[in-house]
Structures are given as C-alpha cells and as structure tokens.
C-alpha cells in the first residue's frame, strides 16, 4: 500500500515537474526577441524618458530610466527573470527624470559599460549616482561628437551631439542641451535619440548634418516641450513615427498643442506613453512594425 502511494506520488511529481518545465521553456522563448529584429522599446515610465534596446544577437541597451524605481518592473516585463545584466547603459543628461531609475538599475543589474557626457551637475540624485558608479566599479565612456558605438553586427549607435567634451565640466547653460543626442540605425531603418535638447540644438544638428539627420523614428526631444520640436529640426528629420514619452495628467502641459500641431503637419504618426503605455518598434532593416501597450 505505501509502495503504490510512494508511485503514485513520484508520478505526480514527475507530472509537476514535466509542467514547470514546459513552462519555463515556452517563458524563455515568448521572453527572446525576433532573431533577425532590433526590438526599440520606450517604456512607460510616468514623466521621463526609459528606452530598451534590444539586437538581433540580444544585446541590452538602456538608454535613461526615468524619474522612479518603476524602470525595475517595466524592465521585468521585457527580460527574463535569470537575465541580471545589461550590455550599455546611457545617460543622455543628469536630470532626475531620466537619471534616478538608472540608479535603481545599476544597483540590481550588472552593468556592462555606461555611456555618458560626463557634465556634472548639483544634486543629490547626481551624487548617488557617482557613488553607484564608482562601488560597482562600472566602466565608463564619455559620449564625443563622431562616435560610432557597434552594438550588434549591422547595428550601429552614432552620437551626434554633443559638440565638446564636457566630462569633468559643469555645463554653462541648461543642462538639457547637454544631452547626449543618438542615431541608432539598422538596414535601412533609423531611430533619433533626442534626450531633451532645445530649438537652438536642434537647428544647430539641421544645419550642421542637413539630409544625414533623416530618421524614420523620431523620439521627440523634452516630452514635447514647446521649446523643442523646432520646424527646421523636424523638417531635417523627416519622422514618420515619433514618441512622446510624456506621463499622464503631467503638470508641464506636455505635449504642447505646438508640438502636436507641427508634427501633424510633417505628417508624422504619433504615439505617446500617456495615451498609449509602453511603444515598442521592431525594425527587420527594411521595414518597421509597431505594437503598443493599450
């Protein structure tokens, strides 16, 4: 009697086992992305900027975290639980609203390399970051104007602002045109990683690089502030996407009329983390598709 309670028992187990298994297989493959598809996905994170790279070959690269912890679990969505590090890790700018989630990140997941201007800034915020950096002992690169950061075969990061070396140096202006300004391109595909530049950058990259700004994507600088968005940056552009990553009910009034009123014109297709939750654009190089939260 204990003998056949003992093999029913192990069968159960084995069962149990059996499940879990075919679990967490089908977990790991609904978790990895399209193997020929760079995965760009701009987390909604409330007010502030959190955009998730991911390659073709599953190379990680986080650019910004918002003004939270909340990065963590929007972060948990996309990777898979064993996944703890991530490749590259940027800092277009040392604002609390695009810097204080990468703390929370950089204090959990083992951090490849940071990219960052390396402007420095007064605020608590600031300081604990370079203390996360510093414990961790994480590596850093200082963003140059020129650079070309391969990130996957046929993938490509190009920074294109800001113009000097800032690292070491307190910025004279507003901090927000100390931004790290990106182009991520992949085939035929291209995404423009603003951070929170202003109309007097913006026409600046127009004319400085005219037709070699284009873009299919374009992330819109300052969470549609109507001190970006300049029509001759966005003539240069060419977007026919653009997200706002901008929170519900913010307090800025962003996104300006303005903005949605100059967007409108180029005819872009516009999507916006307070209307449509977490954007996320699959580019095979040749074309893009998009899925959104809600």
Do not use: C
Not at 51 to 58: E, K, L, N, S, V
Not at 79 to 85: L, T, V
Not at 107 to 114: D, T
Not at 147 to 158: C, P
Request: proline share 4%; net charge positive; no cysteine.
């Amino acid at each position: 009697m204990k003998k056949s309670r003992f093999i029913k028992n192990l069968k159960f187990y084995f069962l149990g086992f059996l499940a879990a298994t075919a679990f967490l297989v089908w977990f790991v493959v609904l978790t990895l992305p399209p193997g020929d598809s760079v995965s760009v996905n701009y987390l909604d994170v409330g007010q502030g900027d959190a955009i998730f790279i991911q390659t073709p070959a599953g190379n990680q690269v986080l650019v910004d975290g918002g003004p939270d912890s909340i990065i963590l679990s929007r972060l948990g969505r996309l990777m898979p639980f064993y996944d703890r590090s991530i490749d590259l890790m940027i800092l277009t700018h040392p604002q609390l609203d695009h810097m204080a989630g990468l703390i929370e990140v950089a204090k959990r997941y083992k951090i490849g390399r940071i990219l960052t201007t390396g402007v420095l800034y007064n605020s608590p915020a600031f300081a604990e970051w370079q203390k996360v950096i510093e414990e961790k002992n994480i590596p850093v690169t200082i963003a140059k104007k020129g650079q070309k950061i391969r990130l996957d075969s046929g993938v490509y990061f190009e920074i294109l602002h800001p113009e000097k070396d800032l690292a070491g140096k307190y910025y004279s202006g507003d901090v927000n045109n100390a931004s790290i300004v990106g182009r991520l391109s992949f085939g035929k595909n291209s995404f423009l990683l603003t951070g929170d530049i202003e109309a007097p950058v913006e026409i600046g990259l127009a004319a400085e690089n005219g037709a070699n700004l284009a873009s299919d994507v374009l992330k819109v600088a300052h969470h549609g502030s109507k001190t970006s968005s300049s029509e001759e940056f966005l003539k240069a552009v060419g977007p026919k996407i653009a997200v706002i990553q901008v929170g519900r009910k913010n307090s800025y009034g962003h996104p300006t009329r303005e903005v949605l009123t100059r967007l409108g014109q180029f005819g872009t297709q516009i999507f916006r983390n307070d209307i449509n939750g977490t954007v996320e654009i699959l580019s095979n190089g040749r074309e893009l598709k998009v899925k959104t939260e809600r």
